[in-house]
């Protein structure tokens, strides 16, 4: 495992993060709210890795960080037009949105399931690392299941160790909490997990949709 300090609010990322992603590495860098545990997201051995090091239950779906609208849409079979409003809203920023997952999805991403939750993180970094790769990233948070969500490098160097080929040290995330997880596959919308965008918020920017 190797540490490499940048700077969270650029968009040069590290050439070596940029390698081992593309050769199936997985590689922890900081964002808005907490260290997310990234790979490829089509890369089914990468993905792999991180279920096995982060000891989650096979059936849980990991959620993707997305640099922009094409990248979304890579992963989501179709965008509803509430989907697209939440994002003209909430993006960048602290907001999951599920949506039906594209097909060639693997199914350790998806949990086995045909739903993909993602979000364009407010980390310049982050969305440097997945447009310097050129694709969506694996966004779940760096910690073994059950454990706390790291908010600092040395609280994923500390638990997951050689699980991680590379940590990017951007210090301290500035939201340090989750964020809301809200699935529109469902009529009415279902808040997943709660966070740090309110359902009430969600509830009026997908009324203004209804509306027109």
Excluded at 89 to 105: D, E, M, Q, S, Y
Aim: charged share 20%; with cysteine.
């Amino acid at each position: 495992m190797q540490i490499i300090g940048i700077d969270p609010e650029t968009a040069d990322v590290p050439l070596r993060a940029v390698r081992v992603l593309l050769a199936g590495g997985v590689v922890a860098f900081p964002t808005d709210t907490y260290y997310a545990l990234g790979a490829v997201v089509w890369n089914s051995e990468a993905v792999a890795r991180i279920v096995a090091a982060k000891r989650r239950p096979a059936r849980d779906p990991l959620s993707a960080l997305v640099a922009d609208r094409d990248q979304w849409r890579a992963v989501a079979a179709s965008l509803p037009d509430g989907a697209l409003r939440l994002a003209d809203r909430f993006w960048p920023g602290a907001l999951t949105i599920v949506c039906r997952a594209a097909p060639h999805l693997p199914p350790a991403l998806t949990g086995g399931g045909g739903t993909i939750g993602a979000r364009q993180p407010r980390s310049a970094a982050a969305m440097a690392l997945c447009r310097a790769v050129g694709a969506p990233l694996t966004g779940t948070s760096a910690n073994t299941h059950g454990r706390p969500a790291p908010i600092t490098a040395v609280e994923v160097a500390l638990d997951l160790g050689s699980a991680v080929d590379l940590i990017l040290d951007g210090g301290r995330c500035p939201v340090a909490q989750p964020s809301t997880v809200v699935d529109l596959t469902e009529t009415p919308f279902r808040i997943v997990r709660a966070g740090v965008v309110s359902a009430d918020a969600i509830r009026e920017a997908l009324d203004a949709v209804a509306a027109g």
